[in-house]
Structures are given as structure tokens and as C-alpha cells.
């Protein structure tokens, strides 16, 4: 079956380190999401991506970055993580443009930044 | 402004009653909506979705009403089970990347 994969699942790192969250899928979209969740708050839109090398910032995109070497992978960077950035990260993914397309989310990796 | 709310931030129902979930949205014009499941430590699931021609569709004991007049969406679980109990959240869609999300009503099925 087709799957969105996340890794890692769950990691405690230092104020300023870079983090990289990875995110691979199998179903062969071209729209990929990078998502956090927070308590008293929906998810929330980081960066996205329609297809090969093209991103794009989301609402709260400030400190992250992603880059779109193929289909499969959209890898999240904090650049020098924040205790602030300490939230559940979700990737995701939809089919094609426009409107009207299911988006699959991966298991979270849960960040903590101490 | 734009939102997408949930009445219930939880609710509690017996096992083997019908569970509903309503969420409110603001914007006319979005014309797509999910509805997901998301269970303690795991990444949302996609339960039923809805296009805005239509008011009502079904699926395997769930079924999602849309009333566009008062811009309401609500999720009905028949024969709630403990394998329900999640955080339920909708979902609008109104364009590609352009999804709103609700913070979600907690499911508590009791025994």
C-alpha cells in the first residue's frame, strides 16, 4: 500500500542545532506539505511543494526551510532550532492541482527542542 | 474572519449509540471538505470527504451532511464502537495547498 513515512519519529535536540525531519511517500503525488500541530491550534501550514524543485512558504514558514530533489522526498530543515519549534511536525501529500484532493498524512515526528 | 470550528471540544457517548460531530466554516466559497480521525500519537486518517454539490454522502458507518445555507458540516458515526474514540477534525479545501483545519472534538466512547 501506499504510505507516507516519516523519520524520525521522535527526537530531543539543543537550541541552534540543525534539525532535519525527513518525509518520504509511495503514492506518487505531486503536492507535498510539511504541517505542525499544536495544542489550541489546527495544523498549520509550513512550506509546500507542487513538485520537483519547486517550494513554497506557508503561513509559518519562519525558521524552516525544504527542498525538492525528486517526487518521493520533501525533507523539512530547522536551521537553528528554537524552543519554540517544539510541536508535532506532519507531512502530507495530495495528488494534483486545484481543488477537491484527498491529503494523506504520514505518523508525526515529535521535536523537542530544550 | 476565516475559520473552521468545532462546536464540542468533547464528547462523551455510549457504546452503540450514533456520535455527531458538527463544524462550522465561514467561507462561502470553499468547495471541498474532509473529515479526518486522529488517534493519541498517530498522524491524522482520513475518514469521508465532500464536494459542495452535494449535502449528503456516505460511507461505511459514517456519513457526512453539508448544509451550505448555514455553512455547516457535521460527521455521523452510527453504532459508536471504543475503536472510534479519537479526536475528530474537518477539514476545507479552496485550492491546492489552501486547506483550513479545525482543532478538533475529542470522541470519548464509554462502555
Known amino acids: 500500500d501506499a504510505e507516507i513515512t516519516q523519520s524520525p519519529r521522535h527526537k530531543i535536540t539543543e537550541t541552534g542545532r540543525q534539525v532535519t525531519l525527513a518525509c518520504h511517500q509511495t503514492?506518487?503525488?505531486?503536492?507535498m506539505f510539511w504541517y505542525r500541530q499544536d495544542l489550541g491550534h489546527g495544523l498549520r501550514l509550513i512550506h509546500y511543494?507542487?513538485?520537483?524543485?519547486?517550494?513554497n512558504k506557508g503561513e509559518v514558514s519562519d525558521g524552516y526551510s525544504v527542498s525538492r530533489s525528486n517526487t518521493e522526498d520533501l525533507p523539512l530543515t530547522l536551521e537553528s532550532a528554537a524552543s519554540s519549534q517544539t510541536s508535532v511536525y506532519f507531512c502530507?501529500?495530495?495528488?494534483?492541482?486545484?481543488?477537491?484532493?484527498?491529503?494523506?498524512f504520514g505518523e508525526g515526528s515529535w521535536l523537542t527542542v530544550v | 474572519g476565516e475559520s473552521v470550528g468545532l462546536h464540542l471540544p468533547t464528547l462523551s457517548v455510549q457504546e452503540g449509540d450514533n456520535s455527531i460531530i458538527n463544524c462550522a466554516y465561514s467561507n462561502s466559497a470553499s468547495d471541498y471538505f474532509i473529515w479526518y480521525k486522529q488517534e493519541s500519537g498517530k498522524g491524522p486518517q482520513f475518514i469521508i470527504d465532500i464536494r459542495s454539490n452535494m449535502d449528503k454522502r456516505q460511507g461505511q458507518r459514517v456519513t457526512v451532511l453539508l448544509n451550505k445555507t448555514v455553512k455547516h458540516l457535521s460527521l455521523q458515526i452510527a453504532a459508536t464502537q471504543p475503536g472510534d474514540s479519537a479526536v475528530y477534525f474537518c477539514a476545507e479545501n479552496r485550492g491546492t495547498y489552501k486547506y483550513i483545519f479545525g482543532t478538533g472534538t475529542r470522541l470519548k466512547v464509554l462502555a
Open positions: 502530507a501529500s495530495s495528488e494534483s492541482q486545484g481543488t477537491g484532493n484527498t491529503i494523506y
Open positions: 503514492w506518487n503525488h505531486n503536492n
Open positions: 511543494s507542487y513538485g520537483v524543485q519547486d517550494t
